[in-house]
């Protein structure tokens, strides 16, 4: 498979960041009023994902964009000691060298992915794409492929999320999920992702 653009999603993808989010998420909970997120509730996202773990949940949709923001706060306190998982990094350098341009689409502050890339020794990526919204992934791919003069079809797009998997198949992009982020890989494959990973090394098979 040959394409010109890998672009990457940034938590669960590309950085161990689950625990942490998961952490801040307990340790604000109470300050929105949110239940304590229990073995169960971890065990449903996981499965079903974050739109309907939400749904689920009942949280009000007005919150989440205030929780988004505190999760990020937060999270760039704690970004100096996250890792990427192990052997993606490699990856990644191999795929630089290989001469394919490089991009980042998130949900997480610019600043923060800068810093993690930054002591990781990962910043060579050509653009981070990101926004705040938590829904509607396809409409933020779409801008990132406007903004940068993208054709869906010169691009493959990496994720670890059901919503990753949903927003490239819409767009017509090819998308290779990995199952070592949010969603399981039973999870993952009911969406039938064009592409179904379990280890960083494969991608360079895709790629070669």
């Given at each position: 498979m040959k394409k010109d653009y890998l672009i990457f999603d940034f938590?669960?993808?590309i950085v161990e960041s689950f625990e942490t989010i998961l952490r801040i998420l307990r340790s604000i909970s109470k300050n929105f009023g949110?239940?304590?997120i229990t073995d169960k509730d971890i065990k449903?996202?996981?499965?079903?994902?974050?739109?309907?773990?939400i749904k689920d949940s009942k949280i009000s949709l007005i919150k989440i964009p205030v929780i988004v923001k505190k999760v990020k706060e937060k999270l760039?306190?704690?970004?100096?000691?996250?890792?990427?998982?192990?052997?993606l990094k490699e990856v990644i350098?191999?795929?630089?060298?290989?001469?394919?341009?490089?991009g980042i689409l998130t949900s997480n502050s610019k600043d923060n992915v800068e810093k993690f890339l930054k002591r990781n020794n990962l910043d060579f990526f050509e653009f981070i794409y990101s926004d705040s919204t938590l829904f509607?992934?396809?409409k933020l791919l779409k801008k990132l492929l406007k903004k940068h003069n993208i054709k869906p079809d010169k691009v493959?797009?990496?994720?670890?999320?059901?919503?990753?998997?949903?927003?490239?198949?819409?767009?017509?992009?090819?998308i290779v999920a990995v199952c070592w982020g949010f969603n399981t890989k039973k999870a993952l494959e009911k969406y039938k992702p064009t592409y179904l990973i379990e280890k960083p090394s494969e991608i360079l098979a895709l790629f070669s």
């Amino acid at each position: 498979m040959k394409k010109d653009y890998l672009i990457f999603d940034f938590d669960g993808t590309i950085v161990e960041s689950f625990e942490t989010i998961l952490r801040i998420l307990r340790s604000i909970s109470k300050n929105f009023g949110i239940d304590k997120i229990t073995d169960k509730d971890i065990k449903r996202f996981k499965e079903k994902g974050i739109r309907q773990s939400i749904k689920d949940s009942k949280i009000s949709l007005i919150k989440i964009p205030v929780i988004v923001k505190k999760v990020k706060e937060k999270l760039n306190e704690n970004i100096i000691n996250l890792n990427s998982f192990l052997g993606l990094k490699e990856v990644i350098l191999e795929l630089k060298k290989r001469k394919y341009n490089l991009g980042i689409l998130t949900s997480n502050s610019k600043d923060n992915v800068e810093k993690f890339l930054k002591r990781n020794n990962l910043d060579f990526f050509e653009f981070i794409y990101s926004d705040s919204t938590l829904f509607g992934k396809d409409k933020l791919l779409k801008k990132l492929l406007k903004k940068h003069n993208i054709k869906p079809d010169k691009v493959v797009y990496f994720g670890d999320e059901i919503r990753d998997i949903q927003a490239a198949l819409k767009l017509n992009i090819k998308i290779v999920a990995v199952c070592w982020g949010f969603n399981t890989k039973k999870a993952l494959e009911k969406y039938k992702p064009t592409y179904l990973i379990e280890k960083p090394s494969e991608i360079l098979a895709l790629f070669s």
